[in-house]
Structure formats: structure tokens, C-alpha cells
């Protein structure tokens, strides 16, 4: 099956600037997540979308980031403006409603560059 | 809040040697724990998954250990290549969602 895909893969912007990600999970997975990492750091997630409803968004920064899940498969992750602490990876990752496994499965990333 | 440290930061071995990496969480009630390698520029990959209700999982060369009432678990990579080399993030499942460590970079001299 096809794993996570997101575009673009890397981007670079200035600060005030806005930038925009895609992610399209595996198929049938309801489950999608967005985290953010930071060099050095472990993944942090932003939010989770549960078919098209966010389940949790509590580490989003609601002032400059938003994302959205319309139809219940893809996904964009906005942030306007950029700030330079806001350069990091950002992963798309999904899981099945049905696997009681919770296993994540993640993409490639966006690596985002703010000057 | 959970927090997951990892142990040793970075760790430089010659091939073929045994290594244990190792990775601690601060609240037990976890659904299970994931271990992940990154490499450079890359995403994340999935290379074992323990419920909560076991105590290990292998996959090849990789046995990955969970003791929950200790709020420890290891990763045992036997005979290490060169192409082991990469990050490995480990990451608890539990009320709060995934959280991961910050990663032990391991590097395998040829």
C-alpha cells in the first residue's frame, strides 16, 4: 500500500511570509496527526484530526498555525505569519480507526526554513 | 504530563558490536510504545511496537524490551552495519497521545 504522502519537501520563506502543507494519508486510515520537529528535539504533535474533527489542538499555536481536514482524507497545515522559531520538520503521520494497535505511520516531511 | 528521556545521546560503535539503547517515560499508564529510526532529511520508520500487556518484540536483528512498572524500555540492535547508523526516537502511547524522546544518534563505524 502507499505510505504517507506530503509535499512539498522542503521550503524556504521569510518571516512574516505564509507557507502551506499537504498531507494525504494511507488510504482508509481516519486518523491523521500533525507534529512539528525541531532540530534536535523529538516530534511534537500540533493536532489531531479524526475523520474530518479534531480531536486534540492543544499544543497548536492558534494565533499563526491552522489546519484542516475537510473531506476526511487530506490535509493542509497553514502558518501565517512565520516566525523564525517556526523552522523545523513538519510530519504527517495517520492510523486506523480499526488497529487496535495504534500504530503511527509517518511521511517523509516538510522541512520548513524561516529567515 | 508525560516526558520520555533517551540514554545515551549519541553513541559511536565499530561494526558488528551488540548495543542497547535505551529509553525511560515518567507515567506507566501507556497503551503501548513505539521505537522509530530516523535518518538524516528523512521521515520516521516504525521498527517496533510493544502493547502495554507485553514485555518484548523482535524483528530481525532488533529486540525491543518494556517494563512498564519501571517506566523502562530498551532496544538491543545484535551485530551492528554501518547502515544501522541513523536516530532512534523512542515514543509512548498513551493518554496525552505519542510522546517521543529526543533521540539517540548512533553512529556504526565501518
Known amino acids: 500500500e502507499a505510505g504517507v504522502a506530503q509535499s512539498p519537501r522542503y521550503k524556504i520563506i521569510e518571516k512574516r511570509q505564509s507557507v502551506a502543507f499537504w498531507c494525504n494519508p494511507i488510504s482508509g486510515h481516519a486518523t491523521l496527526y500533525w507534529y512539528q520537529q525541531i532540530l534536535g528535539q523529538g516530534p511534537k504533535l500540533l493536532i489531531q484530526?479524526?475523520?474530518?474533527?479534531?480531536?486534540?489542538d492543544s499544543q497548536l499555536p492558534k494565533d499563526r498555525f491552522s489546519a484542516e481536514r475537510l473531506k476526511g482524507v487530506d490535509s493542509t497545515l497553514k502558518i501565517q505569519p512565520a516566525k523564525l522559531e517556526d523552522s523545523a520538520v513538519y510530519l504527517c503521520?495517520?492510523?486506523?480507526?480499526?488497529?487496535?494497535?495504534?500504530?503511527?505511520?509517518f511521511g517523509p516531511g516538510t522541512r520548513l526554513t524561516v529567515t | 504530563k508525560q516526558e520520555v528521556t533517551q540514554i545515551p545521546a549519541a553513541l559511536s560503535v565499530p561494526e558488528g558490536e551488540n548495543l542497547v539503547l535505551n529509553c525511560s517515560f515518567t507515567?506507566?499508564?501507556?497503551?503501548?510504545l513505539q521505537w522509530f529510526r530516523q535518518d538524516p532529511g528523512k521521515g520516521l520508520t516504525s521498527l517496533l511496537l510493544?502493547?502495554?500487556?507485553?514485555r518484548e518484540q523482535t524483528s530481525g536483528r532488533l529486540n525491543a524490551s518494556l517494563d512498564k512498572s519501571s517506566g523502562r524500555s530498551t532496544l538491543y540492535i545484535a551485530a551492528s552495519q554501518p547502515g544501522d547508523s541513523a536516530t532512534y526516537l523512542c515514543a509512548v502511547n498513551g493518554a496525552d497521545g505519542l510522546t517521543f524522546g529526543k533521540g539517540t544518534h548512533l553512529i556504526i563505524q565501518p
Open positions: 484530526f479524526q475523520n474530518n474533527g479534531v480531536v486534540d
Open positions: 510493544i502493547q502495554s500487556s507485553q
Open positions: 507515567d506507566s499508564a501507556i497503551y503501548n
Open positions: 503521520a495517520s492510523s486506523s480507526l480499526t488497529s487496535s494497535r495504534g500504530e503511527q505511520y
